[in-house]
């Protein structure tokens, strides 16, 4: 069974960081591409970075230079580092694996982060 578990969300002041933690169980975590989401309220889900199972890393322009993704293969973790947090970084967190060229894909339940005063 294949689980996704989020955590180190929570509650941080505008300018602050947090790091968000993927940890994955019941696949072959080196073979998927994982990525984090982000849904705020009334808003439509939307990517915010991924990495490849090489270690490519891609960020929707709004996070560029302040959120960094990383993976640690050998603990089957994924990372979000996320710096200079803005009141519309405000949203659930989700993380998602998929393994390339198959119908395989999973998600977390998801994780708040909220950034206010």
């Known amino acids: 069974q294949v689980q996704l578990v989020e955590s180190g969300g929570g509650l941080v002041q505008p300018g602050g960081s947090l790091r968000l933690s993927c940890a994955a169980s019941?696949?072959?975590?080196?073979?998927?591409?994982m990525s984090w989401y982000r849904q705020a309220p009334g808003k439509e889900r939307e990517v915010v970075a991924g990495?490849?199972?090489?270690?490519?890393?891609g960020y929707v322009d709004s996070v560029k230079g302040r959120f960094t993704i990383s993976r640690d293969n050998a603990k089957n973790v994924m990372y979000l580092q996320m710096s200079s947090l803005k009141p519309e970084d405000t949203a659930v967190y989700y993380c998602?694996?998929?393994?390339?060229?198959?119908?395989?894909?999973?998600w977390g339940q998801g994780i708040q982060v909220t950034v206010s005063l």
């Open positions: 990495i490849s199972a090489g270690g490519n890393a």
């Open positions: 998602r694996a998929v393994r390339p060229y198959t119908d395989d894909n999973y």
């Open positions: 019941g696949l072959t975590f080196s073979s998927y591409a």
